[in-house]
């Protein structure tokens, strides 16, 4: 019998949609576990690697990409992610370090699933052998009227999935139905009444029952 590795990291995902204020929660959660003596390394998809920039090349519209193109390249994107051997997510985890991601496969589930077969999607990442399953994934639920109005303000250019607010309530509904279907995932739902420091508490007291 092989001995578990107990000194495993955490993998913690966050997703929400566009203007959500995943980023602020990321941060705090960080912040909050560097304080606590753990090692913790935040990342994001998609990725800094070269798939990250053939992605973002489709997302800002330069390069048309088919549904399953995109679907098949966020996939890639998230391999390279896990297997990348300077700070791919499944050494970090094993030396002991937390990963906190920005987005991962739920993000795939609700976005590409509005374009393509959902069941394919979800099938080929979570039966890759090389996408590691998150402890935990954090779903910050906050009203699209809000998510549109900080889409806004931010200004800049607008990516091909942030530009409406019927897509953002479109992938609110989409990200419901994924959690529906998803059985074996550890999805806590974050309800975003409340100052960005109280929601970051209910977080960090939720972890506990993830760890390890
Ligand atoms: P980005 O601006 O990098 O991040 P965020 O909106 O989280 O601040 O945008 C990433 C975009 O990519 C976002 O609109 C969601 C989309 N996306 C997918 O469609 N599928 C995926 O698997 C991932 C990881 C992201």
Avoid at 44 to 57: Q, S, V
Wanted: aromatic share 8%; hydrophobic share 35%.
């Amino acid at each position: 019998m092989t001995k578990e590795n107990t000194n495993r990291g955490r993998f913690i995902v966050f997703e929400g949609l566009d203007g959500s204020g995943k980023s602020t929660q990321i941060d705090l959660l960080c912040e909050r576990l560097k304080k606590e003596g753990r090692s913790v390394v935040k990342t994001a998809e998609p990725t800094m690697l070269t798939t990250g920039g053939i992605i973002r090349d489709a997302l800002a519209g330069n390069y048309q990409r088919s549904p399953e193109e995109l679907s098949a390249l966020f996939l890639a994107d998230r391999i390279a992610h896990n297997v990348n051997p300077k700070n791919g997510i499944i050494n970090l985890l094993s030396e002991g370090t937390d990963v906190v991601c920005d987005r991962y496969y739920y993000s795939s589930f609700a976005y590409q699933g509005m374009d393509c077969d959902i069941d394919w999607v979800i099938d080929m990442n979570i039966k890759c052998p090389s996408v590691t399953k998150p402890d935990v994934c954090f779903f910050i639920d906050v009203p699209t009227e809000i998510c549109k109005e900080r889409v806004d303000k931010r200004g800049g250019f607008r990516e091909i999935f942030e530009r409406e607010q019927n897509t953002l309530e479109r992938v609110r509904a989409k990200y419901a139905e994924v959690f529906r279907k998803l059985e074996n995932e550890n999805i806590v739902l974050i309800n975003s009444e409340g100052s960005p420091a109280d929601i970051a508490k209910v977080i960090y007291s939720s972890l506990p029952q993830f760890a390890l």
